[in-house]
């Protein structure tokens, strides 16, 4: 089975000699781990999956006829801390890892995990269940409907996946709102553990023994708690030093700093009878910088006054 999963996978990626596979026992499971150059790691994804999920396929119907229970988990390269420092580690436990396929496989996240700046892993929380059913939810007591992931898988996978320096946040309706500021206080972390919940929630248990904070993404009702963990790394990754340019970056700095975005144009000057305003094209630096100023400010009046009285007391009405 390995020889055969090696046969498949050094015939898809760019680097065939740099990729490994590893069988690893965990539960009377065979989990084959799949090393490869962090280039790589996309082409045996596949888009939305499809290449991972195939070979995932052929391996079950392999391990089927010979009564065995495999799974494949592809092992990204620990961060190279020589690369000047600062690499962080986030791990998410989630029973839908596919939700995860795309969003994370493109843009600034991609580039901060090729550039081994963000080593990050999802894992499938139903791979640490034990019982014959794989289990990982079951009713409430006291009744009710709908039902509530089991402590059992959540401490086996907590206590496999994190160590000492691992800040383990769950992912719930009612933690603290993320904004900003919380992402900026993450972002100082080595090491995350995002655990998502759903269905009615998780096993008061869990939060009790294994979680150092609670986090909400804003008062909404989502189906479980893998997009609100997929906005956290979005906003904490972007914070992690060498991820974006001097350019992008001075400019976050100056949206975070509590005013609304003033109004952009690019060319051309006139679009369907609609004009840019003339100051933008006069070249007239000090003037372009006023107006951007009084627009950030009247729009942030108009739309959101509340952060008016927030953060910085320089954004306080004169
Ligand atoms: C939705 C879980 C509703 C639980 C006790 C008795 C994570 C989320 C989620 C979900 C309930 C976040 C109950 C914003 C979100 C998440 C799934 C309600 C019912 N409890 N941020 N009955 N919005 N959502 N539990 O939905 O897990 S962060």
């Not at 933690?175 to 993450?186: M, T």
């Not at 997009?227 to 975070?256: H, Q």
Request: charged content about 25%; glycine content about 8%; hydrophobic content about 40%.
């Amino acid at each position: 089975m390995q020889a055969f999963l090696e046969f498949v996978v050094k015939g898809l990626v760019q680097h065939p000699d740099e990729a490994t596979v590893t069988p690893v026992e965990r539960n009377g499971m065979t989990i084959y781990e799949l090393r490869m150059n962090p280039a790589d790691v996309g082409r045996v994804i596949g888009r939305q999956g499809v290449t991972i999920n195939a070979i995932r396929s052929l391996l079950l119907a392999g391990s089927a006829r010979h009564g065995l229970r495999c799974t494949l988990d592809i092992v990204e390269p620990r961060p190279r801390r020589s690369v000047r420092g600062f690499a962080m580690k986030i791990d998410v436990l989630t029973l839908f890892p596919a939700m995860f396929a795309g969003p994370l496989e493109v843009s600034i996240v991609q580039r901060a995990r090729t550039a081994g700046r963000l080593h990050l892993q999802i894992h499938n929380l139903r791979d640490y269940a034990r019982d014959r059913h794989k289990s990982v939810d079951d009713k409430p007591f006291g009744g009710g409907p709908g039902m509530v992931l089991k402590p059992e898988p959540l401490f086996e996978a907590v206590e496999a996946v994190a160590g000492d320096k691992t800040h383990v946040v769950l992912m719930t309706p009612v933690g603290r709102r993320f904004d900003q500021a919380l992402a900026r206080e993450l972002a100082q972390r080595e090491e995350l553990l995002l655990i998502c919940g759903s269905y009615e929630g998780v096993d008061e248990r869990v939060r009790q023994a294994l979680v150092d904070e609670e986090i909400s993404i804003g008062d909404y009702v989502l189906t479980n708690g893998g997009l609100p963990a997929m906005v956290v790394i979005d906003a904490v990754t972007r914070l992690l030093p060498g991820v974006l340019g001097d350019d992008e970056s001075s400019r976050d700095e100056s949206f975070s700093q509590g005013l609304l975005e003033y109004p952009q144009y690019t060319r051309p000057a006139e679009f369907r009878g609609m004009k840019v305003p003339e100051v933008l094209l006069s070249g007239h630096h000090a003037e372009i910088e006023k107006w951007r100023a009084e627009q950030a400010r009247l729009r942030t009046e108009q739309r959101r006054p509340d952060l008016l009285n927030e953060i910085l007391p320089s954004n306080r009405h004169p």
